[in-house]
């Protein structure tokens, strides 16, 4: 039962971490509906270690261009890219808000903002920002002529995902169509924007939960970190193809559903 507990884990992780719904919600929402334990921010945390790999792997050509030591190919590389930049620029934000919030607001994990009340009406609040990004105009900046300022901004956004219910790739995604980007490049700089911002996230969450490590069941979360792997690397593969032409409306319409059901099952459901 353990193995399986944190393989469902993983499926939920790896699908609402890229599509925006928001994975935090959702492990919450869903393990309660089925009666399992919320993981809590420490495995959720730890699990996304597998989304990491998993934005890795999918754009590995693009990240791991090393096969030519020619000083010209070097330079043209990831790490000397324009776009590498931008990602550390668009890091800025959540990591200076994320050491305030440790700093300043111990409590911040189990705060009002994490419960489902919370959770329900970000939802809703989100529905309405990402209606808007998607019915906006003048979608021409793209991964080549973007300014560092366009991902100093989404940099700002993708801070407030520190809220659960918000989702990274959601808020992020839709500051980057209002602020022009056309939909497959907004994704995937959401995606990649991730990397260090996940990574960091499970990082400080490890280190919070050391003392408590050797509690964790390893094997089980081992299991859950594969799981969440494979089940990214369908997201990212499913959500670039189809926002490009679809944009973001179905996910508009099921995180209305979705805080609109929380709310009137909260006691129900024993949620609030």
């Known amino acids: 039962m353990e193995f399986l507990k944190f393989i469902f884990y993983g499926i939920i992780q790896g699908l609402t971490e890229f599509i925006p719904v928001s994975s935090t919600a ?14 809590g921010s420490s495995v959720s945390a ?5 989304s990491v790999f998993a934005i890795l792997w999918y754009f590995r050509k693009s990240i791991f ?3 030519s030591t020619n000083s010209i190919k070097l330079k043209n590389s990831f790490l ?16 200076f808000i994320g050491i305030v919030i ?32 998607d019915i906006s105009t003048n979608k021409l900046i793209n991964l080549n002529n973007h300014k560092y300022r366009n991902s100093f901004y989404i940099g700002i956004a993708q801070a407030l995902s ?5 989702s990274r790739s959601g808020v992020t995604i839709s500051m980057a169509l209002l602020s022009g980007w056309d939909r497959k490049n907004a994704a995937k700089f959401s995606f990649l924007l991730g990397i260090p911002s996940i990574s960091l996230a499970a990082f400080v969450e490890f ?23 494979f089940s990214s690397l369908l997201a990212i593969n499913f959500l670039i ?17 979705f805080g609109i059901l929380i709310l009137f099952n909260l006691k129900q459901f024993k949620l609030n």
Request: glycine share 6%.
């Open 26 to 39: 959702h492990l919450k929402i869903i393990s309660l509906l089925f009666g399992i334990n919320d993981p």
């Open 46 to 50: 730890i699990i996304q270690i597998g």
């Open 65 to 67: 261009n090393f096969k």
């Open 80 to 95: 000397f890219s324009k776009l590498y930049k931008s990602i550390i620029i668009g890091t800025i934000p959540i990591v």
């Open 102 to 133: 440790k700093m300043f607001v111990p409590g911040f994990s189990d705060s009002f903002l994490r419960s489902n009340l919370s959770i329900a009406l970000v939802s809703i609040l989100m529905s309405l920002i990402m209606l808007f990004a």
């Open 162 to 166: 520190i809220i659960p219910g918000v």
């Open 207 to 229: 280190l919070s939960s050391l003392n408590h490590f050797s509690a964790f069941p390893f094997l089980p979360l081992f299991a859950g970190l594969i799981t969440t792997f």
């Open 241 to 257: 193809k189809y926002v490009s032409s679809h944009g973001l409306k179905i996910f508009v319409y099921y995180r209305l559903m």
